[in-house]
């Protein structure tokens, strides 16, 4: 199997040979940039012994996190998958700035977070748009923040526009929009500022099966083309579906039930450039979504029995 039982190592997906825990060369043939992190370089993102303890409004304490180590190398799709609510948008938080930990480090670019980064991007299940804003100015509105001029700024939004295929949608507000124009939006407002780090929480669960899986290629693509002159961003997906963990990423966290902690990590060495709806026919997708399975179903099981003695 090719799971690391309990934590993962810092800096540990695979052998000094390149080899990982299997022994077998990881197939990272992604098309654009970004295949792995230059020798000496600090990991993308890493966790060690973190854990994150809230109050809750009774005083009670509440450890949502427990004890997390999980290294993302530079230019790493990594997907992170786990009970419901067992701790993964806090996992995201502590890596965005937005929480510290109560306990442990983490660090981006082997600095330690002490704030939002602005080379830290964020896509939500929740659309983050102004709605008095059109599109384009949506678009706009980050690299404004950032101190880009106007004429400028609206020139990279019309660019990712396009790239997103929503050049004939500048005009519109975001009321106009379907949820999975909308999330086109939100890909283009968070690829515009140029991400080193992308944080993804469940970013495509509202939409349809099909656009899911449209949106999960196009995402493929503007990651792997997103950065012509850098490594690719490195992306943290939290998702609840494992189909869309295996399809998009390098390699799939299965999180303990609540309070998270990682339970085991497999690699995914389906070759890029990948199409979702295609690669989850191949037997290899088969055989991974199985082992993962056989992983993460303990914990919802775990997750599910818990509810049940609170409900009753
Ligand atoms: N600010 C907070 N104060 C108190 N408890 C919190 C806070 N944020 C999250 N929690 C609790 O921490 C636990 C983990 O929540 P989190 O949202 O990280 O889980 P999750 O795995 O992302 O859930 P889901 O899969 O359902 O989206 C939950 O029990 C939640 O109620």
């Known amino acids: 199997?090719?799971?690391t039982s309990g934590t993962t190592p810092p800096h540990d997906d695979s052998k000094p040979d390149g080899r990982d825990h299997a022994g077998r060369t990881p197939a990272r043939t992604r098309t654009g940039t970004g295949s792995g992190a230059p020798p000496g370089t600090a990991p993308a993102v890493e966790l060690r012994g973190a854990s994150k303890v809230f109050r809750t409004p009774s005083g009670a304490a509440h450890t949502a996190v427990r004890d997390l180590d999980l290294t993302v190398a530079q230019g790493e799709f990594v997907a992170v998958v786990g009970p419901t609510g067992c701790g993964k948008s806090t996992t995201l938080t502590l890596v965005s700035g937005l929480e510290e930990p109560t306990e442990g480090e983490v660090l981006v670019g082997g600095e330690p977070v002490t704030g939002i980064r602005p080379d830290?991007?964020?896509?939500?299940?929740?659309?983050?748009?102004?709605?008095?804003?059109t599109v384009l100015s949506n678009v706009?509105?980050?690299?404004?923040f950032r101190g880009v001029p106007?004429?400028?700024a609206r020139q990279r939004a019309r660019d990712w526009l396009g790239r997103v295929g929503l050049a004939a949608?500048?005009?519109?507000?975001?009321?106009?929009?379907?949820?999975?124009?909308r999330k086109r939006v939100a890909?283009?407002?968070?690829?515009?500022?140029?991400?080193?780090?992308?944080?993804?929480?469940?970013?495509?669960?509202?939409?349809?099966?099909?656009?899911r899986a449209l949106m999960s290629d196009e995402l493929l693509d503007l990651w792997g083309g997103s950065r012509p002159d850098a490594a690719a961003a490195s992306v943290v997906f939290v998702t609840h579906d494992l189909e869309e963990a295996i399809a998009l990423a390098d390699k799939v966290v299965v999180m303990t039930a609540g309070p998270a902690t990682v339970k085991a990590v497999f690699p995914v060495r389906l070759p890029r450039p990948r199409k979702v709806e295609s690669v989850r026919l191949e037997p290899e997708f088969v055989e991974?979504?199985?082992e993962i399975w056989a992983s993460l179903g303990e914990e919802v099981r775990i997750t599910r029995e818990r509810g049940a003695r609170s409900d009753h």
Request: net charge negative.
């Open 120 to 133: 830290v991007g964020f896509v939500f299940q929740q659309d983050a748009v102004f709605p008095w804003r």
């Open 140 to 144: 706009a509105a980050g690299p404004r």
């Open 150 to 152: 106007k004429d400028r």
């Open 169 to 181: 949608f500048a005009d519109r507000y975001p009321h106009q929009l379907s949820g999975g124009q």
């Open 288 to 290: 991974i979504h199985r």
């Open 1 to 3: 199997m090719d799971s």
């Open 187 to 211: 890909l283009a407002q968070t690829f515009v500022n140029d991400p080193a780090i992308l944080l993804m929480d469940e970013p495509f669960s509202a939409l349809d099966v099909q656009t």
